[in-house]
């Protein structure tokens, strides 16, 4: 129950394309879902989150979708750059985010030019 | 603004020896959760403290780890008696105090290799 699954493992498109990272909850207590992106050698940073109360937030090209029923949410990269080639989490918790994150195994993303 | 930060960077420990890993959170900032993250896997949540208190520490193993977060000071997260399945990179990130932003913030990151 306290898990996040993600997929897909790995992704390549090419420059411009939108790819499109999916994660999956059972616990329906959990109310607050980040996502993160991680460059090799660094620290996992906060790209964009959500609660349960919408379906859709946007910040710049990053868009997360979010399907309470289906206990589903996903990110978006639109116009995808080469400087998007990264590691990407997602993560859940309850209460609000002063919680323990559970995070996803993560999608590595390369976006060639 | 500085952010999170942590020390240090990386660590080599011999079998047996001490690790101890620094972390300072954000300025204004008074929670502190710290990960562990294995290579090409996701991260796993080790304990979650606040000034002087250890809110949750059901990711901690049981033995030879241990964390504080003192009322001065940065947090410290020990391990004892390493062993080379310690070897990993543990983060640390900072949220504000209740009622403020809710997200949480990673620092850099402390690579330990145990050999």
């Known amino acids: 129950q306290q898990q996040v699954k993600q997929s897909p493992q790995s992704l390549i498109v090419q420059k411009g394309g939108i790819p499109i990272i999916n994660c999956a909850y059972e616990n329906t207590a959990f109310d607050y879902f980040p996502w993160y992106q991680q460059f090799p050698g660094k620290g996992p940073a906060l790209l964009i989150a959500i609660r349960p109360d919408v379906s859709e937030k946007k910040e710049g090209r990053f868009t997360i979708s979010f399907n309470k029923s289906a206990k589903q949410f996903s990110l978006h990269i639109m116009d995808s750059q080469p400087g998007d080639s990264a590691t990407y989490f997602c993560a859940a918790s309850k209460g609000g985010g002063y919680n323990k994150l559970i995070f996803g195994a993560g999608t590595r993303l390369a976006v060639h030019p | 603004n500085a952010g999170v930060m942590q020390n240090p960077r990386h660590l080599v420990r011999r079998r047996g020896q001490e690790a101890r890993l620094r972390c300072s959170p954000m300025?204004?900032?008074?929670?502190v959760y710290w990960y562990r993250q294995l290579p090409e896997e996701g991260l796993k949540f080790m304990v979650y403290l606040q000034k002087e208190n250890i809110i949750d520490e059901s990711g901690m193993p049981k033995e030879r780890f241990s964390a504080e977060f003192p009322k001065e000071g940065p947090s410290i997260l020990r391990i004892q008696q390493v062993v080379r399945g310690d070897s990993a990179a543990y983060f640390c990130?900072?949220?504000?105090?209740?009622?403020?932003?809710?997200?949480?913030?990673f620092g850099p990151g402390t690579r330990l290799t145990v050999t």
């Open positions: 990130a900072s949220s504000p105090p209740l009622g403020g932003a809710q997200e949480q913030y």
């Open positions: 300025k204004g900032h008074s929670h």
